[in-house]
């Protein structure tokens, strides 16, 4: 008691550090935030609140020193805290204290289908986040997979709704258990690189609000994301950072949002807009605001002298400036302001253990004939690793994701490291890819010059792999350019530097070969039967090659489903097939609906190379048939599926059960199914479990948007359980009265 009297006595009578005497209830804790911004907000100068609505350096805003009020830290995100740079530039500040664990990405995050772990993926960069004293971590992203050729999608959760909604709550609520404000983006239809600026979006409302909307809706009302970024592109010709509609109808009419909308870096490009269309805090690319150019200072950003010219001159009046100042102050007494927050930690051997485990559980082994993995170490004596993603490394590059990772373990370092002794691993490159290793001044070390031509490579890579027990061959994409990378998307589908010849040729001399595939992409495998054996690895942060060996060995049972379909070419993605990608004059039309992914292939029995969902285990897992606690389902009630899950192979293992819905008849277009529900259940040998899903009419709704509503419409539906989108184990029929 007495503790907390003087803490009370001290923090509502304080010396600011120009020894000004600060007073007042907002530096009271103990009263509501509501209070304490009204009373901060009156104690503030027209320049006070100007000067917290924009940044004063690449990462940061001002705070309000006279009052004691600090300023705040923005930091990239997603996947790790980003190296501290200089003040006004990109390039890197050269700290020699800011080397970090870098976590898997999102897709591979997204591929555990495991709640849990995402809150542990949320606490663990939340800490790092926190002791490296940043307020406000730029990320997850959500936006949704709707080409393969999308340059960030690396970056985000997938193609369904239904799974990215629940997998970014709890890393948001992770994150935030630190006194850090989790800042989703890039709200909103920000799915493609190209022309990201400037490209306007037409989609329809149904689309919007059933495909595109959801993750960002539960990142607001289940996860209570204290920030949101606004996105580059434009939607109705307005961009994503003073969009009205976005801001002011939907996040915060609709859904009632009481954090701060941060613009992306340069995405505000018109004043008038960014002040009436619920933008709060201005970020920007160069100092001018602007994407180019570095010679205007702060003070030229739309939300610092040209909004407070237009408030001298009467043109525009305070209270939307009062708005954004609440939001702001709101943010700050969350996260700056904030003296219960934990002091967070960095490089842990906790968050390295996080990020193994994540990186386990997030790998897809896609497919395993002849169960040619696990790699039986006690047996073989040779194992050739090839490929050039086997020893690059990934952490830096692909844009602001990119970090100064204070270690990364190369998938051959991983394997040589697990293997030990016990035999041979011989590498050979294969092929050259990108030989570069830098960005913003970070520097992987690595020296990847090669003077050697594609064919002595190839020659070698054979000569390795000929008399081997196994081939691993490590390929994919990487973070430059065109590749897994932002600013820029993909130009096709393949795999680059004729990686396809040398893995058909790997095929022909050993039928013990393994392709893992590195990338947050979809790749077209036209060896696809060639090849026994495929891993979906993702980019799996500091403990890659760690996690990799454990599943190529079996220490882990490969658990992770694709969070996202594989289509065998360009064309049977339906924003290439019918849709327009990238568009055309400024325009780009998702003319495909809410046909997107999965919904697409079962529309049109486009079968995919691998589908949404999809995932194999060392173990094999028999379902029973799913039951319902009812036939019918009341408007206001629930209804229940059962279904019996057994382990029937020799090991330990987890599958993830999904149920979809299927709507057996409809007054509108609806997919064959939809994911509403799924369970990651672990199984011993020959153990049983019965897995259940409690479901209500939201799971069997659309959007209807003539009458801006979810509709329910009575009659009859399928509850489909599936161990993946394609593989479908049993339904029951249930009806909507
Ligand atoms: C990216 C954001 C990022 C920001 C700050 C922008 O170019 O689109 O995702 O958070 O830069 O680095």
């Known amino acids: 008691m007495k503790t907390i009297k003087l803490v009370l006595l001290l923090t509502l009578f304080a010396f600011a550090a120009n020894g000004q005497e600060m007073k007042g209830v907002y530096l009271d804790d103990t009263k509501p935030v509501e209070e304490r911004v009204e009373d901060a907000i009156s104690q503030m100068t027209l320049d006070d609140k100007i000067a917290i609505i924009h940044a004063q350096s690449k990462f940061s805003s001002p705070g309000v020193p006279r009052l004691g009020i600090p300023e705040l830290w923005m930091t990239d995100g997603p996947h790790g805290i980003r190296t501290e740079v200089l003040w006004d530039e990109w390039e890197q500040a050269g700290w020699t204290n800011d ?15 495991n709640e849990d772990l995402s809150l542990l993926y949320g606490q663990s960069i939340g800490e790092e986040a926190r002791f490296r004293e940043k307020d406000v971590l730029l990320g997850p992203g959500v936006n949704i997979y709707r080409s393969p050729l999308n340059g960030r999608n690396f970056e985000y959760m997938g193609e369904d709704p239904y799974l990215a909604s629940t997998m970014v709550v709890p890393y948001i609520k992770g994150v935030q258990e630190n006194g850090v404000a989790a800042c989703v983006k890039h709200y909103a239809l920000n799915n493609q690189e190209t022309d990201r600026h400037t490209i306007n979006v037409n989609v329809d409302d149904r689309a919007l609000y059933e495909i595109y909307l959801p993750a960002f809706k539960a990142a607001v009302q289940e996860g209570n994301a204290w920030a949101i970024m606004g996105s580059y592109n434009r939607y109705q010709n307005q961009q994503g950072c003073h969009n009205e509609r976005l801001l002011v109808e939907i996040l915060r009419n609709e859904w009632g949002f009481d954090g701060a909308v941060v613009s992306d870096w340069g995405g505000v490009h018109n004043t008038m807009e960014a002040i009436k269309n619920g933008l709060d805090l201005e970020f920007g690319t160069w100092t001018d605001g602007l994407t180019m150019g570095a010679t205007n200072t702060y003070d030229s950003y739309h939300l610092a002298n040209p909004y407070r010219k237009l408030i001298k001159s009467g043109e525009v009046g305070t209270e939307e400036l009062d708005q954004k100042v609440r939001n702001v102050l709101r943010l700050n007494f969350r996260t700056a302001m904030n003296r219960n927050k934990p002091w967070g930690s960095l490089g842990s051997p906790e968050h390295s253990r996080a990020a193994r485990k994540i990186a386990e559980e997030g790998i897809v082994l896609l497919k395993n004939e002849n169960d040619v993995l696990p790699i039986d170490i006690d047996k073989a004596e040779k194992i050739a690793v090839i490929g050039e993603n086997a020893i690059k490394m990934m952490t830096v590059g692909g844009g602001s994701s990119s970090l100064k990772a204070l270690y990364e373990i190369s998938p051959l370092d991983g394997l040589r490291e697990r293997v030990g002794t016990q035999a041979e691993v011989v590498y050979a490159r294969g092929y050259v890819g990108d030989a570069t290793g830098s960005y913003n001044g970070v520097v992987t070390g690595q020296d990847l010059t090669e003077v050697r031509s594609a064919d002595e490579l190839m020659k070698e890579a054979l000569e390795v792999a000929e008399d081997a027990d196994y081939v691993i061959f490590v390929g994919g994409l990487n973070k430059s350019q065109h590749q897994d990378s932002e600013g820029a998307d993909r130009l096709s589908m393949d795999l680059p530097y004729n990686q396809d010849k040398l893995i058909r040729k790997l095929a022909g001399i050993n039928t013990n070969l393994v392709v ?33 060996a454990s599943v190529l060995v079996g220490d882990a049972n490969p658990s992770g489903k694709l969070p996202f379909s594989f289509p065998v070419k360009l064309n049977d993605n339906s924003a290439h097939s019918v849709g327009g990608f990238p568009g055309e004059d400024g325009q780009v039309h998702y003319t495909e609906g809410i ?39 009341n408007p206001d009630g629930k209804i229940t599926f059962s279904v019996e899950v057994k382990n029937t192979g020799k090991r330990e293992g987890s599958e993830i059960v999904q149920l979809y819905i299927h709507d057996m008849q409809a007054s509108v277009a609806r997919p064959v199914k939809e994911l509403k529900g799924f369970k990651k259940v672990s199984l011993q040998p020959g153990e049983t479990k019965t897995v259940t899903f409690t479901i209500d009419k939201t799971a069997l709704s659309f959007f209807d948007a003539e009458k801006h509503v979810w509709v329910a419409e009575p009659g009859d539906f399928e509850a489909v359980i599936g161990a993946s989108s394609a593989d479908v184990k049993s339904k029951i029929r249930f009806s909507l009265k």
């Open 99 to 113: 080397s970090v664990i870098a976590f898997p990405a999102l897709t591979c995050l997204a591929s555990t289908w």
């Open 516 to 548: 893992v595939n590195i990338s947050g992409n979809a790749v077209a495998m036209p060896w696809v039967d060639e090849v026994p054996a495929i891993v979906q690895g993702w980019y799996l942060g500091s403990e890659t090659g760690t996690a990799l």
């Open 595 to 633: 046909f997107v992914g999965y919904r697409w292939h079962e529309r049109e029995n486009i079968e995919p190379l691998f589908s949404f969902g999809h995932g194999l285990s060392y173990t094999t897992f028999k379902y029973g048939k799913v039951t319902a606690n009812k036939t019918e389902l």
